[in-house]
Each structure stands twice: as structure tokens, then as C-alpha cells.
């Protein structure tokens, strides 16, 4: 077990964007027929290695949809009395188009974002509200001549989401968003800050859905991943 010391130099306190003083709901009405559509699809073309019984789960093509407008203008989409998605304020006061996952929708598709593993008891520093230095990851040995940022990260830009899940489960208990991108993390090395933690279990966003971690995803990620590589093998011949 690590020390309260120890623990203190892999978190930095975070205010995060879905605490509790911060959730203001100003609004809450349903998304019409046809924007519902553009927007499911919209989850397709963003987030391709979701599997189509995952987003038949997540979003059935016939489920109407509410969307909750924040103080903040953030807009939280409610699809089946689940929080599944959100956009951030975009120009004009109007949300980007970036459809951002919760960790309801990533307990249904794990794969369909970036994973990074942290030590077993970090989760609940996090929902205490901090931000990840790099000394708390999990960090596996790279292959000869390999990445060591790749082969534990995958790629990624500096802002992308990462799914955080503790090391020995599977089910993320966390999104963050990398603070620098992978080119400079293989740059700087093992240290330094991580992520931010914009939503993690516990927050307000979570606790607005059912605040329920399924026992498995009902289509595992690992499936999903080999169907969507198989899928591209077979387009390419």
C-alpha cells in the first residue's frame, strides 16, 4: 500500500468539471427526431471502435433523447435515464460538436476511447477531486525498440480522453485528459503531471445517472477490438 506521502506526490488537488457546486441544471428538454439521429451517428463516425451491439445497447436507434443544459452551457445528453454524453460550449455559446463520453457509456463500450491503468486505491483519490501525476500509473515493460508510451497509452494529443481504470479491473472509474501529448511525455519521461480529471465516479454527472457498475460489459471490449480489426483487414483486401 502506498503511503498518505507517497500519495500526495502522484495527486495534485483538481477542481473538477462536474462537482457538485458547480452543477447547475438551467434547462432540460428533448433532442428532436432528427438532430437524435445526426448525433447517434455523430458517435459512429467519432468513436469507430464502438461495436454495434455496444451502440445498440448505449443508444437504440428508436430511444428518444433529453439533453440537460448546465449554467456553464455544458450539455449533458440523457439517452434511456442514462447521462451517456456530453458537449462542452462551443462558439456562439452553442455546444461542440465533440460528443464526450461518461463513464456510463464507456461501462458499455470500455475500448471506444484510449485506457490508462493506475495503482489499485487511486480511484478514490480521484473522486476526492485530483489531478494524476505520472508516478501513479501502472506502466508495463515496452518490447524491445517500442514506445514505452505507446505500448501503456496508445496515441494521443495533448487535451485527448483517456479511460482510467485500476489496475486488476476493467471498468474505468475515470476520464482524464492528457496534459501533454504522447511525442512530449516520451520527451519528458516518467514524470510530472498527468492528466486532469474532468469527470470520474462520484462526481455530479455520475451521480445523475444510476450510479450502478455493471459486473461485465455485456460485449467485451477485447471482442470488440477484434471485430473492428477484422472488419478493416477484410475492407482492405
Known amino acids: 500500500n502506498l503511503s ?3 500519495w500526495h506526490l502522484l495527486c495534485a488537488h483538481n477542481r473538477m468539471v462536474f462537482d457538485e457546486k458547480r452543477w447547475r441544471v438551467s434547462s432540460t428538454s428533448p433532442v428532436k427526431g432528427s438532430e437524435a439521429k445526426k448525433m ?3 458517435v459512429q463516425e467519432q468513436y469507430p471502435l464502438v461495436h454495434d451491439d455496444q451502440l445498440l445497447e448505449m443508444w437504440p436507434a428508436s430511444a428518444s433523447v433529453m ?3 448546465l449554467q456553464d452551457k455544458t450539455a449533458v445528453y440523457v439517452i434511456l435515464d442514462r447521462p451517456l ?19 456510463y457509456a464507456l461501462h458499455i463500450a470500455p475500448q471506444m476511447i484510449n485506457a490508462a491503468v493506475v495503482h489499485p486505491g487511486l480511484g478514490a483519490k480521484i473522486a476526492a477531486g485530483v ?4 508516478p501513479g500509473f501502472v506502466i508495463r515493460d515496452a518490447a524491445p525498440g517500442q514506445s514505452w508510451v505507446r505500448q501503456n497509452f496508445g ?3 495533448e487535451g485527448s480522453a483517456c479511460a482510467i481504470v485500476e489496475d486488476g479491473g476493467w471498468a474505468a472509474m475515470a476520464i482524464g485528459k492528457w496534459k501533454v501529448s504522447a511525442d512530449v511525455l516520451e520527451f519528458q519521461g516518467f514524470k510530472g503531471k498527468g492528466m486532469d480529471i474532468p469527470h470520474c465516479m462520484g462526481d455530479a454527472l455520475w451521480m445523475s445517472g444510476h450510479g450502478k457498475v455493471p459486473k461485465d460489459p455485456k460485449t467485451s471490449g477485447s471482442t470488440a477490438l477484434a471485430e473492428h480489426a477484422a472488419k478493416l ?3 482492405a483486401v
Open 131 to 134: 489531478d494524476l501525476f505520472m
Open 40 to 42: 447517434r451517428k455523430r
Open 233 to 235: 483487414e477484410q475492407e
Open 85 to 103: 454524453f456530453y458537449a462542452s460550449n462551443g462558439s456562439k455559446g452553442n455546444p461542440d460538436t465533440q460528443l464526450h463520453p461518461t463513464l
Open 67 to 69: 439533453v440537460q443544459r
Open 155 to 157: 496515441r494521443f494529443e
Open 4 to 6: 498518505c506521502q507517497t
